[in-house]
Structure formats: structure tokens, C-alpha cells
Nanobody, 130 residues
Framework: QVQLVESGGGLVQAGGSLRLSCASSGRTFSNYGMGWFRQAPGKEREIVAAITYGGGSTYYTDSVKGRFTISRDNAKRTVYLQMNSLKPEDTAVYYC???????????????????????WGQGTQVTVSS
């Protein structure tokens, strides 16, 4: 069983930055890929970024490429999402999630979905004002 706790959300002006953190407990963190998802009001939850168990491969949805960076510190059992150049359309609840399979080699547009992730955090609100 995995417990995930997000932190770092808040209110920021357009063009600003935030860093989200997700602390994990309950199983061997370094064996599992991790992802960040978001859900805006009235919209479906979407994947934002994913990172493999060792951090060697990452995936980003097109709308955040070049602005967001996912990273992990396996010693601290934590995954991060650095968000720069934030836009009002980035406003959403952001969720951290853990892959339910071990040692996944990569994520890609056609090889990642919400169904790949079996454990979820409670979410943290990110609000970007214009």
C-alpha cells in the first residue's frame, strides 16, 4: 500500500513559478514510476508529466513542455514538479500518482494513461491569476 502526500500548491500570478512535492511511504519508492496529473473545473483529469523509476526517462504533455520539469529523489522518496512560466490555463488540482507496475522503462504519448497508476494523493490546488 502506498501513501502519497502532495504539497506546494497555491496562488501565483501568470508568469510565476511553483514547485510541487509529493512524498511517498509504504513501499519501495525507487521501484515505481511516478506521475503528475491535473484536473481543472469541469474538465477530465489529464496527465501532466511522468518519470520512470530511476528518473532516466520523462514524459510531458505538449501544453507544459519547456515550462514544467518532473524530477525525483529516491533517497527522499519524493517526486517534484517544477512549474515555470505559469499560465491561467494551468489552474487545476494537481495530483501525484504512483505506477502500479515496477521498473517501467519509459512513458510516451501512446504509452501512458491514468489507468497505469494505482495509487493517488489527495491533490493540491494551483491557481494562476492573470
Amino acid at each position: 500500500q502506498v501513501q502519497l502526500v502532495e504539497s506546494g500548491g497555491g496562488l501565483v500570478q501568470a508568469g510565476g513559478s511553483l514547485r510541487l512535492s509529493c512524498a511517498s511511504s509504504g513501499r519501495t519508492f525507487s521501484n515505481y514510476g511516478m506521475g503528475w496529473f491535473r484536473q481543472a473545473p469541469g474538465k477530465e483529469r489529464e496527465i501532466v508529466a511522468a518519470i520512470t523509476y530511476g528518473g532516466g526517462s520523462t514524459y510531458y504533455t505538449d501544453s507544459v513542455k519547456g515550462r514544467f520539469t518532473i524530477s525525483r529523489d529516491n533517497a527522499k522518496r519524493t517526486v517534484y514538479l517544477q512549474m515555470n512560466s505559469l499560465k491561467p490555463e494551468d489552474t487545476a488540482v494537481y495530483y501525484c500518482a504512483a505506477d502500479y507496475r515496477t521498473y517501467r522503462a519509459y512513458y510516451s504519448r501512446n504509452y501512458v494513461s491514468e489507468g497505469d497508476f494505482g495509487s493517488w494523493g489527495q491533490g493540491t490546488q494551483v491557481t494562476v491569476s492573470s
